[in-house]
């Protein structure tokens, strides 16, 4: 018997085997499709996402602005593309770059999230994954509120990728590493996860599971311990954003360069719930 197929089928059948994949490879079943920016246009989807707007040295002491530009964050070749800019100007060096985010478009309690990107390249450069609450203040300001890292990657230890919850009153992190054996993450695609449930919270990279936390707390200052599993029972949205600089990457240096090698490129974005 033959069988023929039109050019959308096909195209469906085969979101459908890579969305299949992403779930065996999390090795989960039960989950359905929620959210998904496969970032097909010729530009942002600002139903989906907001730009944030932030000044140098906001957090962190980076170096950045954090502006809406199609110069910064754009769309190309079916991904999505966060490029920091150096300009040189009298008053020394300015420097740009991109943050957007989901909040009050798509905001999500529990799910499975996954990204399937590559990093930046060189000294300073501080890719992210991650997740705030939709509201901060329900448990008090950073880091009682908590906070969600599904990937950093430092742009000068490029296989080394870190998933951490901030959480607590004092702060307490929790964070743990993938160290890659061969490769790294700037110079292929890699898909990073998180799969949050009541009481646990796990991380993986190309499917393996590389963390899982079930104990953190947060409490007001001053105030009685909120009943667990706070702050990690209320709405997170996601954050994706390139940072330049800061107290943890540290600054660039002569050899790190903004070109494309300083690109954070992004294939998609999906979350699945239960």
């Known amino acids: 018997m033959k069988l023929s197929f039109t050019k959308k089928s096909l195209v469906s059948i085969a979101l459908a085997a890579v969305a299949a994949f992403s779930l065996s490879a999390q090795n989960k079943a039960g989950y359905e499709l929620k959210f998904e ?6 530009k942002l989807n600002e139903k989906n996402w907001n730009y944030e707007l932030h000044e140098p040295g906001w ?10 530009s199609d110069k910064n964050v754009y769309v190309k070749n079916g991904n999505l593309v966060i490029q920091p800019i150096k300009e040189e100007t009298k008053n020394g060096n300015k420097f740009t770059s991109g943050r957007i985010n989901t909040m009050g478009k798509h905001d999500f309690k529990y799910g499975l999230f996954e990204a399937r990107l ?47 919850l901030h959480f607590g009153e004092p702060h307490t992190m929790a964070q743990k590493t993938k160290l890659l054996k061969k490769g790294n993450f700037a110079d292929e695609f890699h898909v990073f996860a998180c799969e949050w449930e009541p009481g646990l919270i796990k991380f993986y990279v190309d499917g393996e599971e590389i963390a899982s936390f079930d104990d ?25 954003n390139v940072a330049v600089g800061g107290n943890w990457p540290g600054y660039p240096d002569a050899r790190t360069t903004f070109d494309e090698k300083a690109q954070m490129v992004v294939d998609y974005v999906r979350v699945y719930q239960k």
Not at 37 to 42: E, K, T
């Open 118 to 164: 590559k990093v930046p390249r060189g000294k300073g450069f501080l890719p992210a994954f991650w997740m705030m609450p939709t509201d901060e203040s329900k448990y008090g300001s950073w880091p009682k509120c908590g906070e969600i890292d599904i990937m950093e990657v430092l742009g000068d230890k490029l296989n080394t990728s870190y998933a951490t």
């Open 59 to 68: 957090v962190n002491s980076e170096l950045q602005a954090y502006i809406k």
């Open 216 to 240: 953190w707390f947060t409490k007001k200052l001053y105030d009685d311990e909120e009943p667990y599993p706070a702050p990690y029972n209320q709405p997170f949205y996601l954050i994706l």
């Open 37 to 42: 920016d496969n970032f097909d246009g010729n």
